[in-house]
């Protein structure tokens, strides 16, 4: 039986005791449908071979070769992952079309006795659904966007909005990276699977209520925004935080633990920056790093490079913008900038 996927919102539906992604293990971690697990029935090698005997000698070899490969590793995840699951167990499984991987796996399962179901149309269906609801629908609630210099602790606020219940999109934490040259926070997502997080993100938008969501470039980190999310923040009106640069300097530290911690990745990001800033520039900064001045760092850095840019990127928004000031960026600093945020987005777009 093959269950059809016609929005997001099946998809966040889903009832299923376990939701099992067929296809090989490289085309699982690029992207793949929520909360599924991964139980190839062939693996990359395989699969190359299959696809190699496919086309150099003929399908019907290649599907032969296939069904022996799919019925061994079938076997194997069988008597390994799935050895516990009774009798009544639910699987929802697919592959790349809903064709021949899912459907071998799924006639194995059902003459078991289990209740199995297939993506129709497979994996192809699901990405549709997210393409369509990034680049084809428009955004779904009107937006308004968090700004401010870097190191005017956006981020957090962000958090504690959502902690009090506004609705945010969070798309640093979307992309695993806190956009800036000093971002990296462990591997990011491929370009699909931000893409499919965004899109669940912007299907559990109220459309009545506004959402805020941090100013970035149209990516972050190497995520690209869609189009449509793009010019919606660059038309949005925006938020403005104003910290001084010495708050900034030292919230940055706090912030920014992990590069701090580690000198030699501090130092190999600084000497990225020698096509924008004099060698002599570089070098003092790479001082500092060595004599452990990172708030003076922080605080250069911001003089010299953060600042101009982001001073330029804001005068080419024709937004509408609010300043809030802030004197502080500590926990009870951060808290009531919060305040004036909410308090601003209720003049911005009142109920």
């Known amino acids: 039986m093959a269950l059809e996927l016609k929005s997001l919102s099946d998809v966040m539906a889903l009832d299923f005791d376990d939701i099992i992604d067929v296809r090989a293990p490289a085309e699982f971690a690029e992207d793949h449908i929520p909360g599924a697990i991964s139980l190839p029935v062939l693996d990359d090698a395989e699969r190359a071979e299959v696809g190699t005997i496919y086309k150099q000698v003929s399908p019907f070899d290649a ?47 059902s003459q078991i006795g289990w209740r199995v179901e297939l993506v129709k149309g497979g994996y192809k269906t699901y990405r549709g659904l997210v393409v369509e609801a ?51 926070m462990g591997e990011q997502p491929s370009q699909k699977a931000f893409e499919g997080r965004l899109a669940f993100a912007l299907a559990r938008l109220d ?35 104003d910290a001084p640069r010495d708050a900034r300097a030292e919230y940055l530290t706090r912030a920014y633990g992990d590069v701090v911690d580690d000198k030699g990745r501090l130092e190999n990001v600084l000497s990225r920056l020698r096509h924008a800033h ?54 009870a600093g951060i808290a009531k900038l919060a305040d004036q945020v909410a308090a601003s987005v209720a003049a911005i777009l009142p109920a």
């Open 134 to 184: 990034l680049y084809d629908q428009p955004v779904p609630a009107p937006v308004i966007v968090l700004d401010g210099n870097t190191g005017s602790a956006k981020t957090d606020v962000l958090k504690v909005l959502q902690a009090r219940g506004v609705q945010v999109i969070d798309l640093e934490g979307l992309a695993n990276h806190r956009g800036s040259l000093f971002g990296h």
């Open 207 to 241: 459309p009545s209520r506004p959402v805020i969501i941090e100013a970035e470039s149209s990516k972050v980190g190497e995520c690209r925004l869609p189009p449509r999310l793009w010019k919606a923040m660059t038309e949005a009106p925006r938020i403005a935080l």
């Open 63 to 109: 599907r032969k070769v296939g069904a022996a490969l799919v019925a061994k590793n079938a076997a194997l995840h069988l008597q390994g992952p799935l050895a516990d699951r009774p009798g009544k167990w639910r699987p929802l499984v697919y592959c790349w079309r809903g064709g021949q991987r899912s459907g071998s796996f799924a006639s194995i399962l």
């Open 278 to 331: 004099a060698a002599e520039l570089i070098e003092d900064w790479k001082g500092m790093v060595s004599k452990g001045q990172f708030a003076a760092l922080a605080s250069s850095l911001m003089e010299h490079h953060y600042d101009p840019r982001y001073a330029k990127h804001r005068a080419r928004m024709a937004a509408p913008v609010r300043d809030i000031a802030a004197d502080r960026l500590d926990e």
